[in-house]
């Protein structure tokens, strides 16, 4: 499986932004993780193949997580930006079911990362 993420960018804070990510292959999970400078990398958020979501406590209620299976994207709407949202977003996927729980170790297939800066 190959990951390839786009949307990345500089806002303010409050403001909107969508991540994509393109997977070519198949996965049961597909799902974002991001890593701020100097922190370990962190779960975002994730999706099943069914449409099942999940995400990490930092971003419920703000980020919304959708998939297109027909055409195997991945989609990160983020809202109500806040500073510490900074950081680079990794399209991560996983070719077994995940829910509640995804860690790094789990993670079969990452992508390319993109950078989200959010200033105040």
């Known amino acids: 499986v190959q990951l390839q993420a786009s949307g990345g960018g500089l806002v303010q804070a409050g403001d909107s932004l969508r991540l994509s990510c393109a997977a070519s292959g198949g996965a049961l999970t597909l799902g974002w993780f991001r890593q701020a400078p100097g922190k370990e990398r962190e779960f975002v958020a994730g999706?099943?193949?069914?449409?099942?979501?999940f995400y990490g406590d930092s971003v419920k209620g703000r980020f919304t997580i959708s998939r297109d299976n027909a055409k195997n994207t991945v989609d990160l709407q983020m809202n109500s930006l806040k500073p510490e949202d900074t950081a680079v977003y990794y399209c991560?996927?996983?070719?077994?079911?995940?829910?509640?729980?995804?860690?790094?170790?789990?993670?079969?297939?990452w992508g390319q990362g993109t950078q989200v800066t959010v200033s105040s």
């Open positions: 999706i099943s193949s069914t449409g099942v979501s």
């Open positions: 991560a996927a996983d070719v077994h079911y995940i829910y509640g729980i995804w860690g790094l170790d789990q993670v079969d297939y």
